[in-house]
């Protein structure tokens, strides 16, 4: 761990995104006493959480720390060099273009979405270079965390990743704490093709639990679901151990195992003979995993990769197969050696 510079952890952070995610890490910032401004793209929104002191939608039981205030004005943000952005991948281009003309040239911007770009199927990171140029520092924050034990002061291990090894180490003192473990990467790449394949083999360990297909056959699904991410982030310039590590297996088995991650539960619906609309409307939330599983399968064929979990959770998206379909076409694929 690098020696805690006080000056980055002093320094003021603007929140992008006022949903759990993005809320949960700035009560924690706060709560450390750091000045956090937390933004949300909804005026009336932004009226009731600073009359309220909470955001009483997503994380109703947290009050604000005093060092917490709410903006609904980008412009505001112009005065900030650090920015966190937690909004849902199909808003992140929207967001960071409608934030350009606010940012400085010495803004550093570090995220904590997980997805694809819903318009082009790029990584974040690509979307970020290409709206925002190169010359600003990047960092990636992700790994196994639900944003209400992150508020409840949980104890919880996450990954930073970045090519920039002083803004990285930045970020680690700001964030790291006995509750809150940061571990350092370079491997921009595979953090972000972890957080992306988890979110669609949550739905399909969802479908296969609402199926009731057992303990077993949840054990096969995130094991070969696994093997899958591995191909991908491979064939994309990810480093393998990226995807044993916390943003890879940690943050599968969390969103595949446990109930408040929002892509399990979507495939629970649909295991239980819900449709997809049905389920995203009882869930009230974005499910990532339902916005990208489309675009993985599209990368996963361009790049010649095998993805059959990920396919099927598609075709039953799509509704191209019925569930005991699905079941038999990833029981019947030929025999082959495990790596």
């Given at each position: 761990?690098q ?18 995610w ?5 009560l924690?910032?706060?709560r ?14 932004a009226?009731r ?6 955001n ?17 004005n ?27 003309p ?12 997980k ?82 394949v ?5 739905i ?15 054990a ?9 991410m ?27 195992t ?6 399990r ?26 916005q990208?599983?489309e675009?993985?399968v ?23 197969i ?7 076409s ?10």
């Amino acid at each position: 761990m690098q020696p805690s510079d006080k000056n980055a952890v002093n320094q003021p952070i603007a929140v992008l995104g006022a949903g759990s995610w993005g809320t949960g890490l700035a009560l924690y910032l706060a709560r450390r006493k750091q000045p956090v401004i937390l933004w949300t793209h909804n005026a009336a929104n932004a009226a009731r959480m600073a009359s309220e002191g909470s955001n009483s939608r997503y994380l109703p039981t947290h009050s604000f720390p005093e060092s917490l205030s709410i903006t609904d004005n980008l412009a505001t943000l112009s005065a900030y060099t650090d920015i966190l952005i937690a909004v849902p991948s199909a808003a992140f281009r929207e967001t960071i273009t409608a934030l350009k003309p606010f940012l400085k040239p010495s803004a550093r911007i570090v995220w904590a979405t997980k997805g694809l770009d819903a318009a082009t199927g790029q990584l974040l990171h690509q979307v970020a270079e290409e709206v925002l140029g190169k010359n600003h520092d990047y960092a990636i924050l992700s790994g196994p965390s639900f944003a209400r034990e992150v508020a409840a002061g949980l104890p919880t291990a996450v990954v930073i990743a970045s090519k920039n090894k002083k803004y990285a180490t930045d970020l680690i003192n700001r964030f790291n704490s006995s509750i809150f473990r940061v571990y350092l990467s370079t491997d921009m790449i595979g953090v972000e093709i972890c957080g992306v394949v988890k979110n669609v083999l949550a739905i399909a360990t969802g479908i296969a639990d609402g199926m009731q297909l057992g303990a077993n056959a949840r054990a096969a699904i995130i094991t070969r679901g696994l093997a899958e991410m591995v191909r991908l982030g491979i064939a994309m310039g990810g480093l393998n151990e990226t995807f044993m590590g916390l943003a890879g297996i940690g943050d599968l088995i969390l969103t595949c195992t446990d109930n408040q991650s929002r892509n399990r539960r979507f495939g629970l619906a649909i295991g239980s003979g819900k449709s997809a609309s049905v389920a995203t409307k009882e869930i009230g939330q974005v499910v990532e995993g339902q916005q990208n599983t489309e675009l993985v399968v599209k990368l996963a064929k361009h790049l010649n990769i095998e993805m059959p979990i990920s396919e099927t959770v598609l075709n039953i998206l799509q509704e191209k197969i019925s569930l005991n379909e699905a079941l038999q076409s990833l029981l019947s694929r030929a025999t082959r050696t495990e790596n």
